[in-house]
């Protein structure tokens, strides 16, 4: 069974039109020397399946032979056509495979998708071969032999793959194409051993993954080893466990005390700020209600009691009225004189009867009021 069983339909449309979805790049974060990010593209989108194997790839040596079967290799024309399903191309690819990460799964992914109908075998070289002309792993070869197996572009497994490809290898395991980097690879005192692949017409370049790298991710805890101790001791682990003195592990040990004691003076920072800015925004929102209060109250109080106030008017009418109230109205110049005037009625009080006498008329002030006396008057006066 191969791929293309449990490829999408949208995937399938894309290889028919001659649109491989390898040729469709993702979005990809990859941190430079200088701390910053380049992201690519994102890929175009493609209908929701599934298309997830349920078990791993099968190593080789577990496999039934298929030595019935006579071996003729596929040209890179018929390969690149297409070929039946009962015989698709053997493509091979090899390698360390140390921390497998998203570098070695897209390179693998690259070889499987080579040519239409492709069954990938993948070579995992051996502990004694890896430390001898590359160095010391981080995982064993048991650990990687099952990491490269659970890759979903895996076909098959080839575990102490040898370091050289020679013919009688390629013979035993049928192979086709060999998949690598074009970048020559010198190693075992050759400076590319891909030399002779090359020349034989099997190789398949495919691309490198740039930004991650089995290095890459060693250097990083290299460069952060402190951290990372003393991220392991906070789990559990032991000094003995991580190689670790008695020395340092008590330093570790102090350096995470002071480390929580500056994140809890960074919170109780936070925290103060958070209340110090609302209780900012809380004053300010009183301060601006006041002053519109206080605007309000002026404006109140100038209406009232300003020059021009509802009070001062209020005052000028009634000290107009006052004054209304208690002076005599002035008689105009063409007004009869006083003996041209008719007598006016007599006032009489409510308790005051009908046969009351009339009140007495006023004494005469003549004298007082500027009129001139005349002789006769004295004489009567006299008399």
Known sequence: MTFDHFAPDSLKRMEAHGSSPLLLSRKRRREGSN????????PGKTLRCTVGLK?????ADELEPDDDKPYQRVSMEEAKRGTPSERPVRVYADGIFDVFHSGHARALMQAKGLFPNTHLIVGVCSDDLTHKYKGFTVMNEDERYDAV????????????????????????HRIDFVAHDDIPYSSAGSDDVYKHIKEAGMF???????????????????????VYVRRNLQR?????????????????????????????????????????QKVEEKSIDLIQKWEEKSREFIGNFLQMFGPEGALKH????????????????????????????????????????????????PPHHSAARGYPISEDDDEDDED
């Open 204 to 226: 398949a370049p495919t691309q490198r993954t740039e930004g991650i790298s089995t290095s890459d991710i060693i250097t990083r805890i290299v460069r952060d080893y402190d």
């Open 149 to 172: 197996s659970h890759c979903r572009y895996v076909d098959e497994v080839v575990r102490n793959a040898p370091w050289t490809l020679s013919p009688e290898f390629l013979a035993k």
């Open 236 to 276: 559990g682990y032991t000094a003995k466990e991580l190689n670790v003195s008695f020395i340092n592990e008590k330093k570790y040990h102090l350096q995470e005390r002071v480390d929580k004691v500056k994140r809890k003076v960074r919170d109780v920072e936070e925290k103060s700020k958070e209340f110090v």
């Open 314 to 361: 209020m005052l000028k009418e009634g000290k107009g009225r006052m004054l209304q109230a208690i002076s005599p109205r002035h008689s105009p110049s063409s007004s009869p004189t006083r003996e041209e005037r008719s007598p006016s009625p007599t006032f009489r009080l409510p308790f005051f009867t009908k046969a009351s006498p009339p009140p007495s008329p």
């Open 55 to 59: 078990l791993p790839a099968p190593f």
């Open 35 to 42: 701390g910053d990010t380049d992201e690519g593209e994102r």
